[in-house]
């Protein structure tokens, strides 16, 4: 936010008046006059005056009055500590305002208690945006010394990802591998956790890359969350520091060597590769979040110019979806990661155990014949793209007959369809759509803007808490809501919008499949509206995408069509993990899977088929015959379809087929299906609620656990593996709400390091220095460099560290730098800085490239950006 858009106006008068008048601000600096409430107005320019934008050494000047007079009795007192429980910061927890106030007070002044102050008062000066400022702005330092390391629970599977990455990476010193988990599976939680618990506990310093701001954050707070994490496995690892890198966080200048985790955006490192070779430690590991992304000439570069200076460098994908919309770039992103994938977990797995929800699929035909609507352009575009223009996007969003079909859809299936989130076509859609919504009476609103927007914020935390009473039940978004956010318990997801990226669709439907098992739902709508089109798009068989096929034998194919919504069957695909080819199919509402077998793929692993209820007469038929398949080396699963499941309805998949066909071969028998029915009467949440309403002793209760188990022992080893791994999650499901277990880390800062600079001036004189500039970069100078006049600033001043008048070939630098605490290098870097502007106006990328020439340029950077901003306030604002 632009310094010019902040006011006092907003601000309590108590709080102006400790500012005015404290012993804090200097005599020469205090009104005149005592102002009363009702003259506030004259009080404003003075505060103006005092400090026009809130900072740092703002805030650790007068943070008592911040405290006293801002924060207690108000509501900014509780989005403080709401936002410092939400990092597990020092113990700082929602609770009765003095309590909240006393907890704040007894903290000491660290980075991120500052940055929450800062960002609370900015928020609350800001005339025109409602910008949340991330805490993450600055570099952090935690003090492990002090952090509590309680113990982080995961999933059985997330466990094995865990150990998986540990032998490949460390035990077996492997290079590259992809982390293969369906969206909602906690894919950032498990490579967290792995990576502060074996790698940067071990040394390792850790970049990861992500192409949204919105996804640092949240790859930050788990971090900052988990960070204790390490000193379970090193007890001498005093502090972890870690820094976040885009536009809306620290710049490339903020990284350092003894950096632990460098989160950053892939646009900040690819403009700035010359930073990175100066501060790699001794062993890296890169993440590439979403890893698809990785085929990205930007992230290659990254990537190259790392492993140019640190050919050991490790490599990391995390990725729900590891293919991509041909065969050839498939092949190229599997190369990039040695045709390896670490771990992965299918859907199907995860929808057994109620990880994932049980989904049902309703497709509803909007009869909108979208090709009447296209242009020759539009045409041209889709035929070479493969998507729709914006201009074709346009027109679909407000056509008012599709906008009724979807808000009568819910309307109609209101309590089927309960909290639903809509995924809308652009900005116009979302607004047209609420619009809608609300004149049937619907709760419903829209976010189509970043999620660090403080508006779109509380709007989400209603649609979280819906059952509150502003709370709403429909919340139409664009994308935000399809990396990175977490609202476990919705119940529909409706799909409005066109799409031919198998990312985009994985992550839209993914946002609704979070289990009972997860704290979510037992099933989950997903409500397709299909348009009418002529040329339809076969979608790419998805058994990679889920994990279920080896990436060295994957075969693709893809024939090349102009455009088509996704069809139902091809969400279907997705789930199950099928191959969809061809067109619609007549898929009744309501189809839902009844159970699953255990089964041995052709590699000898462990894999899982879904079964729909359909699909019940052709296994048994199959199963009959199963006696004739023993020896059988011939048979396909396109066989198998056309022999046993010849009615209307969803197929199986030819994998899943041929998957049932080695069980039968090795085993020389049939499984047996594993309904659905059986597993929901000992799955862990419903038998701890059976536990809680027969209010049993201990002893009692480990005999429900133990007998459940017996009695359905073949269902519950096949989802939990053992006794004691099921007993564990039917306590959790005791202990806490949904059967999670919160995290139970507490995390400290060290204290912020304030800068105190000598009121002695440097030795050397500042026309030396100059001299020694000139002398030592004059093959960087132009070549007709005349030597400029320099002179100190009469004042320290906080806006600028030199500046160079053209016209008088002058150069003023900022006397705030002429003390004994300030390097001459980071004086004579500046110099230099100003004798560039001879030649350059303004700082084209040619500035930047001989700027960059000067020795050890990284340093004076971060010293002038990141050190000298804490320094002890000695200027004028």
């Excluded at 980075?111 to 928020?123: A, F, I, N």
């Excluded at 900040?268 to 930073?275: A, D, G, R």
């Excluded at 062993?283 to 050919?311: C, G, N, Q």
């Excluded at 191959?579 to 793929?601: C, H, M, N």
């Amino acid at each position: 936010m632009s310094k010019k858009r902040f006011t006092w106006e907003n601000f309590p008068y108590d709080f102006l008046k400790a500012i005015a008048y404290g012993k804090e601000t200097p005599a020469r600096l205090r009104p005149g006059n005592v102002y009363e409430e009702k003259d506030v107005e004259f009080l404003i320019p003075h505060i103006s005056y005092i400090c026009g934008y809130p900072d740092d050494y703002f805030v650790r000047k007068y943070r008592k009055s911040i405290e006293d007079y801002f924060l207690n009795g108000s509501n900014h007192l509780i989005q403080v500590v709401r936002r410092l429980e939400r990092l597990n910061y020092g113990g700082i927890h929602l609770g009765e305002n003095d309590e909240m106030l006393f907890a704040l007070r007894q903290k000491r002044m660290t980075q991120t208690l500052c940055d929450v102050y800062l960002s609370e008062l900015r928020m609350t000066g800001k005339a025109v945006y409602n910008d949340e400022e991330s805490v993450f702005q600055l570099p952090k330092t935690l003090d492990l010394t002090i952090a509590q390391p309680d113990k982080i629970t995961l999933y059985s599977y997330q466990e094995k990802a865990v150990e998986a990455m540990h032998q490949y990476f460390l035990n077996e010193d492997r290079s590259s591998a992809i982390l293969s988990m369906p969206t909602g599976s906690g894919k950032t939680r498990t490579s967290v956790y792995y990576l502060l618990h074996d790698m940067i506990s071990q040394g390792y310093q850790v970049i990861w890359l992500c192409h949204r701001s919105m996804l640092i954050e949240q790859a930050a707070e788990q971090f900052y969350k988990f960070s204790p994490l390490i000193r379970e496995q090193n007890q001498s690892m005093e502090q972890f520091k870690m820094v976040c890198i885009s536009g809306k966080h620290a710049s490339v200048r903020a990284m350092e060597p003894d950096d632990n985790l460098i989160i950053s955006s892939v646009q900040s490192l690819c403009n700035n590769t010359v930073y990175l070779p100066n501060i790699l430690a001794e062993k890296v590991m890169i993440v590439v979040d979403e890893a698809h992304h990785t085929l990205a000439p930007s992230y290659r570069r990254i990537i190259r110019t790392i492993r140019e200076k640190r050919p050991g460098a490790k490599l990391l994908g995390l990725t729900a979806t590891p293919v991509r919309l041909t065969e050839k770039a498939t092949g190229q992103l599997m190369k990039i990661f040695d045709n390896k994938i670490v771990f992965s977990v299918t859907m199907s797995d995860l929808i057994a155990d109620k990880t994932l929800a049980t989904p049902q699929y309703i497709p509803v035909d909007t009869n909108i014949d979208i090709e009447t609507l296209i242009d020759i352009d539009e045409r041209k575009y889709i035929a070479k793209w493969g998507e729709l223009p914006e201009s074709l996007v346009m027109k679909v969003a407000k056509i008012n007959e599709r906008n009724d079909i979807i808000v009568d859809e819910y309307v109609r299936n209101k309590e089927k369809y309960g909290k639903t989130i809509i995924f809308a076509l652009n900005a116009i859609h979302c607004d047209s759509l609420n619009e809608a919504f609300r004149k049937k009476g619907i709760r419903s609103d829209y976010v189509y803007t970043m999620i660090g927007n403080a508006e779109n914020q509380r709007t989400i935390d209603r649609f979280r808490h819906n059952e509150a009473e502003d709370g709403i039940d429909v919340l139409i978004n664009i994308n935000i809501l399809t990396e990175g956010s977490d609202i476990p318990d919705i119940q529909t997801v409706f799909l409005t919008r066109p799409t031919t990226s198998d990312v985009l669709l994985m992550q839209m439907v993914g946002r609704g499949m979070r289990g009972a098992g997860c704290g979510g739902t037992d099933t989950v709508n997903i409500v397709d509206f299909c348009d009418k089109w002529t040329s339809i798009t076969s979608w790419l068989n998805p058994q990679f995408l889920l994990g279920m096929e080896d990436p060295e034998e994957k075969t693709l194919k893809r024939k090349r069509y102009i455009y088509d919504m996704i069809p139902m069957d091809a969400i279907r695909d997705i789930v199950r993990g099928i191959s969809y080819k061809g067109e619609f199919a007549e898929v009744r509402q309501g189809t839902l899977p009844v159970g699953w077998y255990d089964v041995i793929d052709e590699y000898g692993n462990d894999a899982r088929v879904l079964v729909f209820e359909n699909q019940l007469g052709g296994y048994q038929a199959f199963k009959e015959d199963s006696q004739n398949y023993f020896e059988d080396e011939n048979t396909t699963g396109r066989q198998l379809i056309s022999r046993y499941f010849r009615n209307f309805g969803m197929l199986p998949g030819e994998k899943e087929l041929e998957d049932l066909l080695c069980y039968i071969r090795q085993e020389k028998t049939f499984p047996e299906l594993k309904r659905f029915e059986v597993r929901d009467q000992m799955e862990p949440f419903a038998l701890s609620e059976r536990i809680k309403q027969g209010d049993m002793t201990y002893t009692d209760t480990m005999n429900s656990i133990r007998e459940a188990y017996e009695q359905n022992r073949e269902i519950a080893e096949s989802l939990y593996g053992n006794f004691e791994y099921y007993k564990k999650r039917v306590m959790n499901c005791l202990m806490f709400p949904n059967g999670i277990v919160p995290i139970g880390t507490r995390v400290e800062e060290v204290d912020k390091e304030v800068f105190h600079l000598s009121p002695e001036p440097m030795k050397e004189s500042i026309e030396d220095l100059l001299t020694e500039v000139i002398e030592e970069n004059r093959e960087h100078l132009q070549k007709d460099f005349v030597r400029p006049e320099i002179q100190w600033t009469d004042r320290a001043m906080a806006s600028y560290w030199g500046v160079f008048y053209h016209d008088y070939n002058l150069i003023y630098i900022n006397s705030l730098l002429n003390s004994e605490s300030v390097d001459k290098e980071v004086v004579k870097f500046v110099i230099y800085h100003e004798c560039l502007h001879q030649e350059f106006t303004g700082h084209p990328k040619e500035f930047r490239d001989k700027e960059r020439l000067y020795k050890d340029f990284q340093i004076q950077e971060h010293f002038l950006d990141y050190i000298l901003r804490d320094f002890d306030g000695k200027f004028d604002y």
